[in-house]
């Protein structure tokens, strides 16, 4: 099975930038397709965004779009999401997680059903002062 840890969160000011990594390791990370989730205290897992396993296609949620970009490099075994124009309210643990639908990538609503993912790595705390 492929392991999958989430990095680089950390605390930043309102409007800063930040880039979280997910890295694989221990299986077939090319072939899954690659969604990114948040949580925050009191809250239900949320799907921000997902790419497809050859990182050709993405989609967003729109609290994220235009602000967050996904990409992967499959020779290094990581995705990446850019985070810029962070905002107070995107405060959360952030995971990462394989879709197991397919190559492709779900729609935005599906991104609901977290039963569609698997081998959530351990979150990374990302915290937007005001």
């Known amino acids: 099975d492929v392991q999958l840890q989430a990095s680089g969160g950390g605390l930043v000011q309102a409007g800063g930038s930040l880039r979280l990594s997910c890295a694989g390791s221990g299986g077939p990370f090319d072939d899954y397709p690659i969604g990114w989730f948040r949580q925050a205290p009191g809250k239900e897992r949320e799907g921000l965004g997902c790419?497809?396993?050859?990182?050709?296609?993405?989609i967003y949620q729109d609290s994220v779009k235009g602000r967050f970009t996904i990409s992967r490099d499959n020779a290094k075994n990581t995705v990446y999401m850019q985070m810029n124009s962070l905002k107070p309210e995107d405060t959360a643990v952030y995971y990462c997680?394989?879709?197991?639908?397919?190559?492709?990538?779900?729609?935005?609503?599906?991104?609901?059903?977290?039963?569609?993912?698997?081998?959530w790595g351990q979150g990374t705390l990302v915290t937007v002062s005001s």
């Open positions: 997680a394989a879709f197991l639908g397919g190559p492709g990538i779900p729609t935005t609503q599906a991104m609901g059903d977290l039963g569609m993912f698997d081998y």
């Open positions: 790419i497809s396993s050859s990182g050709g296609n993405t």
